[in-house]
Every structure is written in structure tokens, then in C-alpha cells.
């Protein structure tokens, strides 16, 4: 009969079953909100989520509202409000407010008249405590961490303004570094290892394959090292990764590095654009003009690890937050010379084929950056290097079959080579 046709009806809303992808929604959400550095956004984003389950469980609770209402049609809460004979979608629509009113202090005129609907109004009654008190405490941790995170930087504004205040500085300069700082604060920085104090306890060992899994990808793109030194040399290199090389940062507009100052580390850039300039000729001022994007994978100042290297221009980060691999000079040489052996050989060769091709394009006043060679010219050196090399090692291994004198003159040779000076000093007097 009527009721039946009612009854089926109302098994509609069972498609709406799909709503169960509102989770895997969720997830996604979670993902793309990951991408996004505002902590703002953040906040705003888990506030309407749970706005959203919210929703969907009210949902649910409004289709057995209606359900139960079709199935006891003579005497049922459709009856009492007046919408029996209504449309599907006014008693959806006021199943619905009825469902959203128990979860908040709102009134309504719908109320159960029978005992089915009684009982299942106290179910939800005691649900909606749970679900609308964790909605509650959880925008109050929102609206609090972002109380915490505006109150330190009001804090830091206000010790800005006390210090120019203090040492009577220009408003013009006043204004420009708060711009700087504003334009900081719309990014988040990734978390720094040192940031995390569970890492700082865990045993050496496991650390140094925390840095390798970290940093061999990149080091391994470096000219200075062949490719054959993962198969031979990967205890050196994970030496290097653990103790040579460190995760480093930029916001927008700092400088990373520049002009005129002394080199100490090898830069490789790992995520983010930045922007290196020089300066023009008979110019103290850097030329905007001569700019170059810097992107992903591009190495810096690469002769600071077989001489001494002053900068030649400047690096800062364009836009957003610039991640970046920094490889100290000193230690790097020291591990190269405690490692010794063939890989120690190349890159010695390496390193002096490198000089000496840099000098030679500064005596011909050709342009020379903290940037990488040409392609060709480090495609060149490598090969070069590969020959000499091998030349080298076929001529001690001769050496060594002749006699055992020179054996022991090439063991005194080296012994002497490795434990003097530093690597850097030793290049620069080749």
C-alpha cells in the first residue's frame, strides 16, 4: 500500500551509502593540506572536516529518522509535524534539522510520539554528547594554537620595535625588515633533525644510515666522484654522508651566501628555486640582470674542496622555503685522506685538473661563478681525470712487479703525502 511505497522509498537514501568515501576523502584532504605550509590553513581545514563528519553522521541519524516514521505512518513524528503528506525532500529536510538540533542547544518542533522513536531519540541524545564534545575541544586546541603562534610573533615584533626604538633607527629601514619577517612567516620550515631529540639519542651506527639514506642520492651526482666508487669506496661514502654533510634552509629573500667572503662548504640544492647574481663589471652593486636560476640538483662552489675559494657572487632563495645540502670542505678532505687509496688518487687528479682549468679562464678574463664548468668542460675533466688515473695504476702496479725497493719508496711517498697537510693546502700549491 501507500506505506510500502513510502517504505520504499525511503530505501533510497541508502544509496547515499556512498558517503562512506567521505573517509578516504579524508586522507586525500590530509595529503593536499600536507602540501600547504600555513598553519592557518591547517587549522581552518581541521575545523571543516569536523564540520564535515559532523554532517555525515547527522546524515545517517536523519534517514532512520525518516525511516522510522514511514514504518509507524498512523502515529509517527511525520504526523505530528505535518509533512506525512509532504514531499520526499521536506521530510528529509526536517528529519535532518531534527538530527542537527540534538547534537546543538537549537530547538525544534518535532518531537517522538511513540515508543521506537523515543528510545532511538536517546540514542541519539547520547551520541551527539560524545561526538559534539570532541567537536568542541577540538576547535578549542585550534583557536589555541593559534593564539600560541600569534602571541610569539607579536613577541617578536614588539622586541623589533624596542630595538630600534632603543638605538633611534630609521623608520625606512624599521619598515623593510618587517616586510622581511612578514614575508617569512607565510612559510613553514620542513623539521630540522636537530629538532627532534628521539634522533639525538639513537645509537651512531643507526645514525650514519639515517644519513646515508638522507644524502648518498645527492652526493652521488657529484663530477668529483667517479662511478665506480659506490662498488669500492661506500664505506668512505657513508663516512662523508655522516659526518661531512648536513641539511640546511632558506626562506624567501635570505641570502645563502655572499660575494667576496670565504667558501667552506659545497652546496647542492634539493628542493625549491633559488637565484644566484653577479656582479657587473667595475660595479660594487650586483647586476639583476645577471641572474640564473638555480634549481634542483645544481652544485656550488665545488673548488672549495681543492682550494681556497672566496665567493664570486650571491645565492638567496627566490620564493617559499629552498632546501639545501651543504658538504663541509675540512671534513670532507680529512676523510678523503684517512680513506686514501684509488678514489683518493681521482679526486686529487680531479681537483687539480679543475684549478688549473679555472685559472686558466681567469687569466683569459672568461667568465667563472661559484655555478658548475660548462657540461663539456666537466665532461672533459672527468674523462682526462679517468685516463690519468688508470695510466697511473698500470705504472705502480709495473713498479711493483720490478722490485720491492720501489714498493717501499711509494709507501714512504704516500705515508708522507697523507699525514702532512691538509688536502686543501696540498692543492693549492700544485
Known amino acids: 500500500g501507500l506505506q510500502s511505497v513510502r517504505l520504499l522509498r525511503a530505501l533510497r537514501l541508502l544509496r547515499l551509502m556512498r558517503l562512506l568515501r ?17 598553519l592557518y590553513f591547517l587549522m581552518i581545514m581541521k575545523v571543516l572536516s569536523g564540520l564535515g563528519m559532523i554532517l555525515v553522521v547527522n546524515h545517517y541519524i536523519a534517514c532512520f529518522w525518516y525511516g522510522l516514521g514511514l514504518v509507524y505512518h498512523e502515529n509517527s513524528w511525520l504526523q505530528q509535524a505535518n509533512v506525512a503528506e509532504g514531499s520526499f525532500s521536506e521530510g528529509y529536510i526536517s528529519a535532518l534539522h531534527w538530527s542537527l538540533t540534538q547534537f546543538t542547544p537549537a530547538t525544534n518542533n518535532i518531537s517522538p510520539e511513540n515508543v521506537p522513536e523515543r528510545l532511538y531519540a536517546v540514542f541519539v541524545i547520547l551520541l551527539a554528547l560524545g561526538v559534539f564534545s570532541s567537536f568542541i575541544s577540538s576547535i578549542t586546541s585550534a583557536v589555541n594554537t593559534l593564539r600560541a603562534v600569534r602571541m610569539e610573533q607579536m613577541v617578536q615584533e614588539s622586541k623589533i620595535r624596542q630595538f630600534f626604538n632603543e638605538r633611534q633607527l630609521s623608520a625606512e629601514l624599521f619598515n623593510k625588515i618587517q616586510e622581511v619577517c612578514r614575508k617569512r612567516r607565510l612559510f613553514e620550515i620542513r623539521l630540522q633533525e636537530n629538532e627532534v631529540r628521539f634522533l639525538a639519542e639513537i645509537p651512531d651506527s643507526v645514525k650514519a644510515r639515517l644519513h646515508e639514506e638522507i644524502f648518498l642520492p645527492w652526493l652521488l651526482t657529484a663530477d668529483f666522484l667517479p662511478a665506480w666508487c659506490l662498488n669500492t669506496d661506500h664505506r668512505f661514502l657513508r663516512k662523508v654522508c655522516h659526518l661531512a654533510m648536513r641539511e640546511c634552509y632558506a626562506v624567501s629573500t635570505q641570502d645563502v651566501f655572499n660575494n667576496g667572503l670565504e667558501s667552506t662548504y659545497v652546496i647542492i640544492v634539493q628542493h625549491g628555486s633559488m637565484g644566484y647574481y653577479v656582479k657587473a663589471q667595475d660595479s660594487t652593486e650586483f647586476d639583476v640582470k645577471e641572474r640564473w636560476t638555480v634549481k634542483e640538483g645544481t652544485f656550488l662552489c665545488v673548488p672549495t674542496l681543492f682550494a681556497s675559494w672566496y665567493y664570486r657572487g650571491k645565492l638567496n632563495a627566490d620564493r617559499g622555503s629552498c632546501y639545501y645540502v651543504s658538504i663541509e670542505s675540512s671534513s670532507f678532505c680529512g676523510l678523503a685522506q684517512q680513506h686514501a687509496g684509488a678514489l683518493y688518487q681521482y679526486m686529487r687528479i680531479y681537483g687539480m685538473l679543475l684549478i688549473n682549468v679555472i685559472e686558466a679562464r681567469d687569466l683569459d678574463r672568461q667568465e667563472v661563478s661559484d655555478l658548475d664548468l660548462p657540461r663539456w ?10 685516463r690519468f688515473a688508470d695510466a697511473l695504476n698500470s705504472t705502480s702496479n709495473s713498479a711493483i712487479r720490478q722490485s720491492n725497493l720501489i714498493l717501499n719508496n711509494n709507501v714512504e711517498g704516500k705515508a708522507g703525502f697523507y699525514g702532512s697537510a691538509s688536502w686543501n693546502s696540498e692543492m693549492s700549491k700544485n
Open 377 to 386: 668542460v666537466l665532461d672533459d675533466i672527468r674523462d682526462r681525470t679517468q
Open 22 to 38: 567521505v573517509g578516504k576523502l579524508k586522507q586525500a584532504f590530509a595529503i593536499i593540506a600536507s602540501r600547504f605550509t600555513s
